[in-house]
């Protein structure tokens, strides 16, 4: 299985704050990597596909991107709606494998 | 828009079998595939496999043994079995739409297993 390494494992940010998420994938899976967000209680949500792709409704403060065989996800601008924890997901190989997630919090 | 709803017993003896349905809604169970996954905090979120109504499912080798997916079409339900639990399979069980890129999620139904 395809090891998928997750940084930080938790962050306090103050609002407003630009936020960053790392992922690595323990081999090659190309732009394959997704990105979730779950806040306590509701169903995690899909946020980003294919490393960079918006899904619909989805507002633009949240990004992604890829360098090399480390990818990002950021939040520019932390609103308050934003504390959850998020977790990278690659699926480029059977079985799907996930992040170990990042918990956001206010400062 | 999609919705999915998971239901089923929160609390399994070791040894037996853990079942748990997912009733879908806002859409036809017939379009997609649809994946199991469960969350622990030993193990974090890890993929359980996804069935459709007219192919093979697909199993976390993992779990391959003990996993076994179905779908009723006239329900617009998929379920989960997975047998001889122990307490290693205590977790939050989430069924989603998707086959690699779960898109829509349920909230997820915790199960137990103790005895």
């Known amino acids: 299985d395809i090891q998928m390494t997750q940084s930080p494992s938790s962050l306090s940010a103050s609002l407003g704050d630009r936020v960053t998420i790392s992922c690595q994938a323990s081999?090659?899976?190309?732009?394959?990597l997704n990105w979730h967000q779950h806040k306590p209680g509701e169903a995690p949500k899909l946020l980003i596909y294919?490393?960079?792709n918006l899904e619909p409704g989805v507002p633009s403060r949240f990004s992604g991107r890829r360098s090399g065989a480390i990818f990002t996800f950021t939040i520019s601008g932390l609103q308050p709606e934003d504390i959850a924890t998020y977790y990278c997901?690659?699926?480029?190989?059977?079985?799907?494998?996930f992040g170990g997630g990042t918990k956001v919090e206010i400062k | 828009q999609v919705q999915l709803q998971e239901s089923g017993p929160g609390l399994v003896k070791p040894s037996e079998t853990l079942s748990l349905t997912c009733t879908v809604s806002?859409?036809?169970?017939?379009?997609?595939?649809w994946s199991w996954i469960r969350r622990s905090p030993g193990k974090g979120m890890e993929w359980i496999g996804y069935?459709?109504?007219?192919?093979?499912?697909n199993y976390n080798p993992s779990l391959y043994s003990r996993v076994s997916m179905s779908i009723d079409t006239s329900r617009n339900q998929f379920s989960l079995r997975l047998t001889s639990v122990t307490t290693a399979d205590t977790a939050v069980y989430h069924c989603?739409?998707?086959?690699?890129?779960?898109?829509?999620w349920g909230r997820g139904t915790l199960v137990i297993v103790s005895s």
């Open positions: 806002g859409g036809s169970i017939t379009d997609s595939y």
């Open positions: 989603a739409r998707g086959k690699a890129t779960p898109d829509s």
């Open positions: 294919g490393t960079s």
């Open positions: 997901q690659q699926s480029d190989n059977l079985p799907p494998t």
């Open positions: 069935t459709h109504h007219s192919g093979p499912s």
């Open positions: 081999q090659d899976i190309r732009s394959s």
